[in-house]
C-alpha cells in the first residue's frame, strides 16, 4: 500500500503549482447530490456526492479504468470562497461520498472533483482533470409555521394566492422557493408559471409527512415589485379509502406554507411567510374539483373560461377585490413532519395523438379514439355556445363513453372559443367523448407520469420479447404517477406492495430510481404503525368529517403505501423489507435500509402472533382481504371457489404466505447484521430455520416430489425462499419445468 501511495503522490506532481488541463487525462462527469444532478431542496446538511469516473477521446479504447483517488471542492456561489475540500483520498470509491463541512439553506453551492485513475497494463495512476462544476442547494429543518388556506373554502375549490413583495434588487446569484402543501400546487411567479412539473407535490401519508417541493426563482425576480402566486387544489388532502375506512385526517382542502431564500438572505419579510403578515390575498380560481379523491371516483376538472384571470399571479392585476388569506400556525393544520420530496417530478412525458374523429353534429358531439391507451390527460381546443358547458368524459373502453367517473367540464366565455387542459386531476384515456360543442379544433393527449431518468435499455432477435419489454415499459410508465407505482390510475390508483416488487427489478434495470425508491422506502415506512394518525372508521365515513378520534391500530396490516386502502396479504408489507434492501443491493445505499429496520422488526414481530403453535407455520388473518396468496396464479385455484386467486382460506396462501415470511425473516436477518450486534439478529435466523423445516414438513409429498398440488407457484415459492433441501431441488426443479411446459 506504501508503494502505492507513494505512485499516487508522484503522479499528483503533474499539476501542482497551478490547474492545467491535460487532453489525456481522465475526468468525473455526471456530477450528483444525493442521487439528483443540481436539487435545490436537498433536505439533509450532510449530502453525499456521486460521480462518474470517464475517459477522453484520445484514451476510449483504454479498458478496466478504475480511480484510485479523488479531491472534492465545494464552493458557496453567493461569496464564492471555498467551504470545504476533502482533500486527496486514496480510493476508488465514486459513490455516496458523504460531505464533511457546514451547509446553510437558501445558499447555492457548487462543488468539483478530481480523480486519478489507472487501466489495464498501467502501474502509474494518471492525475485527472477538474470536473466541470455542479450546483445544488440544501433545505434542512424547515422552519414553516405559517400555513395559507382560503377560507370557507368548499370542497371543489381549487383556490388562487398572491402575495405582492418588493426586493431592492433582482437576485445576484440565486433565489429559491421552498414550498410544502396539503393538496397539490402550481408556483407562479410574476404571472408565469415556473416550471413545468405538474400534480406535485408526490403522494405521501399527509398525517404522517408533507413533503417540500423546491424552485428556482432566479430568473423570474426582479428590483421593484414582485408577485409570488401559488394555484392550488385538493388532490390527496381529499383521499378516502374504502378497505379500511379511513382519511389522512386532514383538512380536505389545500393549504401550503413557503419560504424565499434570494442571495443566502431568507426573504420572509417580503415573502410574508410569517403569522403577523396579512399580505397574502386569496380567490375562488376557474377551476374546480368534480368529484372525490376515491376508489372509481378521482373525478376530473371543471375549468370556468367566463372566471379565469388571465393575470391573476402578475404585478398588474388590481387585487382589492380579493380576501385575505387565512394564516394558520403548523401545529393547527398538521403535526406532520416536513422533509424534501424526493421522487422526481411528476410531468408531461409525451404527446398521444388523436387516431380516429366521429362527428355527430345534430347530437353536438365527439367520439375522439387515441392511438394508444395512456394515464394523463387531453388537451381539446374547442368552439361552442358563449356560456354552455362541454362535458369531456373518458373511457378505456368503446362501448362506454365513462369510466370511473372519469369526467372534465369546460365552460365557455363569451367568445365560444377556448381550449381546455386539466390543471389537477388525471384519467386513463383510450376514447374521449366530448358534449355540447360545435367544433373541436385541434386535439392531443399527454402521458402523465414520473420523470425517471432512463438507463438501461433492451432489443432482442425475438420481436416478441421486444414487444414483452415495450409493453412492460408502457404499463409501468402508465402506472407511475406522483411518486408511486400504482395497480390502476383511474379505479383504485393505491400504491400496492404486490406492484411494488414486482415492477422494481425492471425499474431498477431501466431507470436512474434511486431517489424513486428512496421516497417509496419512506412511503412503506410511514404506513407501518399508524396508530392515531389516519382515520380508520369500519362503521362511519371518516372522523376528520365526523370529529371522531382515530381509533386504535388493530389487525389492519397496510398493503398499499402511502395510501394504507386496499387488500392483500403479509407478502404486500414485504415492500418494507424488499424495496430498502434492493436500493442497498442495487444502488449500495444503507441509509433507507437503516431506516426501515426498526418498522421491519416491528412487522415482523406482529406476524409472529399469527403462526400456529402447533404447526409452526404463518396462519390466517384480518379477513377475507387480508391473507391473499398469488391474486392471479396461472391455474384454477383448488378450494378458491373456481377462481384464480388464491383466496384467504385456502391452504394455497398459507403456504404462499409462509413462504415470504420466510423470505422476511431472512433478509431482515442480513440487514439487522449490518447495523445491529450479531446478538440481536440471531433470533431472526433461528426462526427462519424452524419455519423452514415447517413449511417442507407440511407441503412437501416424499413419494413424488412434490409441494401441495404440484402447481407453478407451489414449487417456486419454496424454491425461491430456500425451503427446498439440497437433496431434492433438481427433483423439484424437474417437476417444476414439466408444470409449465405441460
Known sequence: FLVFLALVLFASCRVLGKEETFIDAPYASD????????????????????????????????????????????????????????????????????????????????????????????????????????????ASNLELDAWVSLPNALASDCPWFRKTFYLSSPPKTFAVVHIASVGYHELWVNGKKVDERVLSPSVSVLSKRVLVNSYDVTGLLRSGENVLG?????????????????DYNVSGTPQFALVLWVDGNEAGEHAGTSRSESGWKAHTSSVEHIGKWTNSNFGGDHFNASRHLADWASASLDDSGWQSAKISLKREVTNATISEDLSPETRLLSEVKVLKYRHDPPKRKYVLEM?????????????????????????????????????????????????????????????VTVYNVDAIVSAKGWQVGVSLERSGHFNCSSKMLTKVYTNTLATFQGL?????????????RLGYGDSEQTAIEFAMNTYRSERFYSKRTIDWIDSVGLKGNICQDIGGRGCTKHGRDPPTWGEIIPHTAPTIDG???????????????RMFFYYGDPRPLEAALPVQMKFLKKLEDHVSPETNLLQPFGGFWGFLGDWLTPHIVEGGGGTKSELS?????????????????????????LFRSRSDCIS????????????????????????????????????WSGVVPDEVAEEVKKNLLDEITQ
Open 480 to 492: 407511475t404517477t406522483g411518486g408511486m407505482t400504482v395497480d390502476c390510475p383511474h379505479r383504485e
Open 649 to 673: 382460506n385456502t391452504s394455497q396462501a398459507v403456504l404462499f404466505n409462509s413462504c415470504f415470511y420466510l423470505y422476511m425473516l431472512r433478509t431482515v436477518a442480513r440487514s439487522c447484521q
Open 230 to 246: 401559488a394555484w392550488t387544489g385538493p388532490g390527496w388532502a381529499q383521499f378516502e379509502g374504502v378497505n379500511p375506512v379511513m
Open 371 to 431: 392511438e394508444n391507451i395512456f394515464a394523463g390527460w387531453i388537451v381539446l381546443e374547442m368552439q361552442g355556445i358563449p356560456g354552455s358547458t362541454a362535458i369531456i368524459q373518458s373511457s378505456t373502453w368503446s362501448i362506454r363513453p365513462i369510466e370511473m367517473n372519469m369526467e372534465h367540464r369546460y365552460t365557455f366565455d363569451k367568445t365560444g372559443k377556448g381550449t381546455f387542459e386539466p390543471k389537477f386531476s388525471y384519467h386513463e384515456v383510450k376514447y
Open 684 to 719: 431472526l435466523e433461528d426462526k427462519a430455520k424452524v419455519l423452514r423445516d415447517a413449511i417442507h414438513k407440511q407441503f412437501f409429498h416424499t413419494n413424488n416430489n412434490t409441494y401441495l398440488f404440484g402447481r407453478q407457484t407451489h414449487y417456486v415459492l419454496p424454491l
Open 567 to 581: 387488500g392483500g396479504g403479509p407478502a404486500w408489507l414485504a415492500a418494507v423489507i424488499t424495496v430498502p434492501w
Open 31 to 138: 456530477l450528483r447530490v444525493e442521487g439528483a444532478q443540481r436539487p435545490l431542496g436537498v433536505g439533509t446538511t450532510n449530502p453525499r456526492f456521486s460521480w462518474s469516473v470517464t475517459l477522453p477521446v484520445l484514451l476510449k479504447e483504454k479498458r478496466a479504468v478504475q480511480q484510485v483517488s479523488y479531491q472534492i471542492q465545494v464552493y458557496n456561489n453567493v461569496s464564492g470562497a471555498l467551504v470545504w475540500e476533502s482533500g486527496r483520498m486514496v480510493t476508488n470509491r465514486s459513490s455516496l461520498v458523504s460531505y464533511g463541512g457546514h451547509l446553510s439553506n437558501g445558499v447555492l453551492y457548487s462543488w468539483r472533483v478530481r480523480l486519478m485513475a489507472v487501466w489495464h497494463n498501467q502501474r502509474v495512476p494518471t492525475q485527472g482533470n477538474w470536473s466541470m462544476r455542479a450546483e445544488f442547494s440544501v
